[in-house]
């Protein structure tokens, strides 16, 4: 089955999170759209995609769109989204899946509510890495796993990047902590339950009220593990670590969102140590072949909607543990009709 897909955005992410696994799984980018249709020409001339836009709306509209790619800023996921289903479509949303938990918990009921696919895109998630990494936690190699430990840090984006502003729900949270939150999320389920956060503390960006630079946050986890995350959206360099401790042992991956850039594990029993290589094709061509499987119905999709709650879920307490307000946005009102 050839997957027909319109992306929503001419966002720079779209040419590695989609347009490049989508031409090598032989699948069809037919559309784009944007609010600038001289954008979307321009998108649609450097990836080959069929046909341009000066709307979303006329993406979710063409009738040989099948999957709707969200590419757009945060703030307009949970309504794009909403709209995509309601037109027929399956979709892949770009993380986070909504700017809090109540827009996330509202595109649930209405995919719930359908027979259409709706993914978000924790492409890492999907990767071979992080079931070697569930293989090695639960084989008692570590012993009891007592700490995880999560580093997402990026050198800072320019001022007039969308991800500076609280009104299209940016933050570091938003952009890079969501990342250790679902990993968190990912072993609180290997271990039989959920996270809980503890405490967080954030520093705000200069000139950007209520907009989070970087945060540190504590949370608890089953059977008595704890977990340290720090997201930072300025840091001095691209450092995206996951080390899990256990009572005998230490596994780390150097770079757990983006395996293909560096795919080594490193384990440590004792005084042994070992490098474990988890090689192949990106985490984005995962993640495209676990959707193709998922809307031909041969597999589930490998992240359900209760994931995604969840993981919004806990952004909102992170930030209201650090002394902030959750991102604002409301479903009905939040960039529906925005062409």
């Known amino acids: 089955m050839t997957?027909?897909?319109?992306?929503?955005?001419?966002?720079?992410?779209?040419?590695?999170a989609l347009i490049a696994p989508a031409r090598l799984a032989g699948h069809r980018v037919v559309a784009v759209g944007a609010r600038d249709a001289?954008?979307?020409?321009?998108?649609?001339?450097?990836?080959?995609?069929?046909?341009?836009?000066?709307?979303?709306?006329?993406?979710?509209?063409?009738?040989?769109?099948?999957?709707?790619y969200n590419a757009l800023v945060n703030s307009q996921h949970a309504p794009w989204n909403l709209r995509a289903v309601a037109a027929g479509k399956h979709v892949l949303s770009e993380k986070p899946f909504a700017a809090n938990g109540a827009q996330a918990r509202s595109v649930a009921d209405a995919a719930c509510g359908s027979d259409r696919?709706?993914?978000?895109?924790?492409h890492y998630a999907m990767h071979p890495m992080l079931r070697r990494i569930r293989a090695i936690v639960l084989s008692g190699e570590l012993g009891?796993?007592?700490?995880?430990?999560?580093?997402v840090m990026i050198p800072a984006p320019a001022d007039d990047d969308p991800r500076w502003r609280l009104d299209l729900a940016g933050g570091a949270m938003m952009d890079l902590g969501c990342y250790g939150l679902h990993a968190f999320g990912q072993v609180a389920g290997w271990l039989g339950g959920s996270p809980l956060v503890r405490s967080a503390r954030a520093g705000q960006r200069v000139g950007r009220a209520g907009v989070d630079e970087w945060v540190q946050a504590e949370l608890e986890l089953p059977a008595g593990a704890t977990?340290?995350?720090?997201?930072?959206m300025a840091g001095p360099e691209l450092q995206m670590r996951l080390v899990l401790t256990g009572s005998r042992g230490q596994l780390e991956a150097p770079c757990?969102?983006?395996?293909?850039?560096?795919?080594?594990?490193?384990?440590?029993?004792?005084?042994?140590?070992?490098?474990?290589?988890?090689?192949?094709?990106?985490?984005?061509?995962?993640?495209?072949?676990?959707?193709?499987?998922?809307?031909?119905?041969?597999?589930?999709?490998?992240?359900?909607?209760?994931?995604?709650?969840?993981?919004?879920?806990?952004?909102?307490a992170t930030y209201r543990a650090a002394g902030m307000q959750p991102r604002p946005g409301d479903v009905e009102l939040d960039g529906i009709g925005r062409t």
């Open 3 to 16: 997957l027909r897909i319109g992306v929503l955005g001419a966002a720079r992410i779209a040419e590695s």
């Open 38 to 68: 001289g954008r979307a020409r321009a998108f649609a001339t450097r990836h080959g995609v069929e046909r341009a836009y000066g709307s979303y709306d006329e993406v979710l509209a063409d009738p040989e769109v099948d999957v709707v």
């Open 117 to 122: 696919i709706v993914m978000e895109a924790f």
């Open 144 to 151: 009891d796993l007592r700490h995880v430990e999560a580093t």
């Open 227 to 232: 977990a340290s995350l720090l997201a930072h």
């Open 256 to 316: 757990f969102v983006l395996p293909q850039l560096d795919e080594r594990l490193l384990v440590t029993v004792g005084s042994a140590e070992r490098h474990e290589w988890v090689t192949g094709p990106t985490s984005y061509d995962w993640q495209l072949a676990a959707l193709d499987a998922a809307v031909r119905g041969t597999a589930p999709p490998p992240l359900g909607l209760d994931d995604a709650v969840a993981t919004m879920d806990l952004v909102d």
